[in-house]
Structure formats: structure tokens, C-alpha cells
């Protein structure tokens, strides 16, 4: 576990740069948030020390959660996961 965040009476774990959540909905919806913030905005920045604090706190703001505990990744590790996310995703149809 990297980051616990609570919304409401739920939890959801954001380790390895995916959500899980034993309400399925809310997984969903956290890793479609990150996904579309990541493709927006690039993530967190490539020198950040904590990627998975820094997406927890935006993904957190942004559908009224709160970060609960916190353990800290390997950074190089967590850095490259959030490097290969970056990826542009181009829709040829």
C-alpha cells in the first residue's frame, strides 16, 4: 500500500499507480479520473520525490476525499510507472 484515501465511509488504496476499492464503482471511477488528469495535465511532475501522494492529493481534491495513511514508495520505481502512463493515447478510428 502506498496511499489510503477516504471519501465518505469507503476507502479506496492507490499503489502502483492503480486504485483499489472493495466498491467496485468507486475504483472505477478513481482510476478513470486518474487516467483523463494524467492525459490532461502529464501527471505529477517527472522530479517529484512522492508521485503517488502527489496523484492521491489531486485525485483526492477533485471528488471530495481525504488521504488517511500513507506509506512512502520506491521513488525510482514509482516514478517509472507514472513515466510510462504519460504515453499519449492517439484514437485512429
Do not use: C
Not at 1 to 15: E, H, P, T, W
Not at 70 to 90: D, E, F, G, K, N
Request: zero cysteines.
Amino acid at each position: 500500500m502506498s496511499v489510503m484515501v477516504r471519501f465518505g465511509r469507503r476507502k479506496a488504496f492507490l499503489r502502483r499507480g492503480k486504485w483499489l476499492s472493495a466498491d467496485a464503482g468507486l475504483e472505477s471511477r478513481l482510476n478513470r479520473v486518474t487516467d483523463d488528469w494524467i492525459q490532461e495535465t502529464g501527471g505529477p511532475p517527472i522530479n517529484d520525490r512522492d508521485h503517488e501522494r502527489t496523484v492521491a492529493n489531486e485525485i483526492a481534491a477533485r471528488l471530495g476525499g481525504r488521504i488517511a495513511k500513507r506509506v512512502p514508495p520506491a521513488a525510482r520505481q514509482s516514478a517509472q510507472i507514472y513515466i510510462s502512463r504519460r504515453q499519449m493515447r492517439l484514437n485512429f478510428s
